[in-house]
């Protein structure tokens, strides 16, 4: 099926749309994203993600073409005209494509380039690797500083999960001073005892929609939340871990470099989060 897309104001055919080559994105990774999934047809913290949306423009100063109410329906047009019930809607916004290339901002006669697309995932929740966890490896965080800003500057994420595939392994954890930052896609949970443990927030991490939620669903649930800095070998003396992630929600992780963690089977802790986070944010939906 050809998929229909969101570009600059227009519902085209995938295969019509079209982004400038000077488009900043391109040249320079001059450009946020959001990633919301869909269950049921319906969107996951929609309010949340165009929240993060505003405050990534603003840090890097950059216009934001669209309304929340506006970028609401565009994300329920794509859904509807591409039959979504579960999956993804991925939005990038970059600065726009200026006359020629050149390091300066341009000006706000440049227009932002925004372009919204669907990825169907059906059985998105239910996916098999919640049942068995995944694997992870340790590699050195060599992302910039300000990773709390959504850019599109996806390339030491990319080069992780290479890293981790090589190794036999799903995803990589990365470390910074001895601590793990986080997933190259995710944010990373260990649990000790009866305590969730997660790195606070800061410039160094990503702050995640799904782990403001599961933290949130934690704490109602009476579970004790610790948000520190953790380390690799604390992870693998931990009685289980996790990550959480827009399009993975809560995903059990029982190997770090080689080592188990726990039972080496997904734990109790990650189960039941998987289950209240998925269940409320079902019932939250829009
Ligand atoms: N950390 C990083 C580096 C990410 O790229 C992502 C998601 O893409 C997350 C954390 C999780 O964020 P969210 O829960 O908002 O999807």
């Keep these: 099926m050809t998929r229909t897309v969101y570009v600059n104001g227009e519902y085209l055919p995938e295969g019509e749309a079209k982004v400038s080559i000077f488009d900043r994105g391109f040249l320079f990774a001059d450009g946020v994203y959001e990633v919301t999934s869909v269950l049921g047809g319906k969107l996951i913290d929609f309010a949340g993600h165009a929240k993060r949306l505003e405050r990534s423009l603003n840090e890097l100063d950059m216009r934001n073409p669209i309304s929340s109410d506006d970028l609401l329906e565009v994300h329920r047009e794509l859904v509807r005209a591409n039959e979504i019930t579960d999956g993804m809607i991925y939005l990038q916004i970059t600065r726009g494509a200026a006359a020629d290339r050149d390091f300066a901002f341009p000006g706000d006669d440049v227009e932002p380039t925004i372009v919204l697309f669907t990825q169907s995932k059906p059985g998105l929740a239910d996916s ?7 694997k992870v490896i340790s590699i050195a965080d060599e992302r910039w500083g300000r ?3 959504k850019t599109v ?11 981790a595939k090589a190794a036999g392994c799903d995803d990589a954890w990365m470390v910074e001073d001895g601590a793990v930052t986080e997933g190259t896609s995710n944010n990373a949970y260990i649990v000790k005892g009866d305590t969730i443990i997660t790195r606070h927030l800061g410039n160094e991490i990503l702050h995640g929609i799904t782990r403001a939620a ?5 704490r109602e649930a009476q579970m004790k939340v610790e948000e520190r800095a953790f380390t690799i070998d604390e992870a693998m003396g ?10 993975t929600f809560v995903m059990p992780v029982v190997e770090v470099d080689g080592t188990a963690i726990g039972t080496g089977k997904p734990g ?3 189960a039941r989060l998987r289950e209240i986070y998925l269940e409320e944010s079902r019932k939250a939906a829009v």
């Design 268 to 270: 109790p802790v990650a």
């Design 238 to 247: 931990a009685d289980e871990a996790f990550i959480t992630s827009a399009s």
């Design 214 to 218: 599961v933290l949130r669903f934690a």
């Design 128 to 134: 098999p690797a919640a049942k068995v966890g995944i």
């Design 153 to 163: 500057q996806l390339l030491y994420p990319s080069m992780g999960k290479m890293m």
């Design 147 to 149: 990773r709390d800003i």
